[in-house]
């Protein structure tokens, strides 16, 4: 199921067993009723079953953002990915959205801090992360796409 749905469900379930408002009028307090205990607050969702992997590619499409503007590789706009990605995927989910932002970051600046110049080593692991992402994308549209 997907979180919106499940959102929306959880939202409709509380609202429809949430107690309308009372008018006030006394009544004898030997026929007074118990208030109602007060709804349950939400549970809270349980990421998608690809979280980890989509959390994943999130941080290599970082690093290779910063290692292919590093060795100034044209056209490679990995930020534009991730935002489609993002639109895609999180459209009303703004902690998971804030969680896969923070993860492309995360990558981005882990290589910021090692790799200040365009080297074989930087160049090694722009390869390697490249590799990574297309086999994460496939493994998670393979495994979970529609």
């Known amino acids: 199921m997907k979180h919106s749905l499940r959102f929306a469900l959880t939202l409709l379930s ?3 067993a949430a107690p309308l408002a009372a008018q006030t009028t006394k009544q004898p307090a030997a026929k007074q009723q118990p208030a109602p205990p007060p709804p ?11 979280e980890a992997q ?3 590619l999130a941080e290599v499409l970082g690093s290779i953002q910063y290692l292919r ?3 100034g590789a044209p056209g490679s706009d990995w930020r534009a990915a991730m935002q489609q990605l993002l639109d895609a ?8 959205r804030e ?4 993860a492309f970051n995360r990558g981005y600046r ?4 090692v790799h200040t110049s365009c080297t074989d080593a930087a ?5 390697r992360y490249r590799n990574e992402g297309a086999t994460l994308a496939t493994e998670i549209a393979a495994r979970f796409g529609n």
């Open 69 to 71: 503007s590093l060795c």
């Open 54 to 56: 989509l959390t994943r």
């Open 99 to 102: 969680k896969l932002t923070a």
């Open 89 to 96: 995927d999180t459209a009303n989910e703004p902690k998971r």
């Open 14 to 16: 509380i609202l429809v």
């Open 123 to 127: 160049r090694i692991a722009e390869e």
């Open 110 to 113: 882990s290589f910021a801090a």
């Open 40 to 50: 349950q607050p939400p549970a809270e969702e349980k990421p998608a079953p690809y």
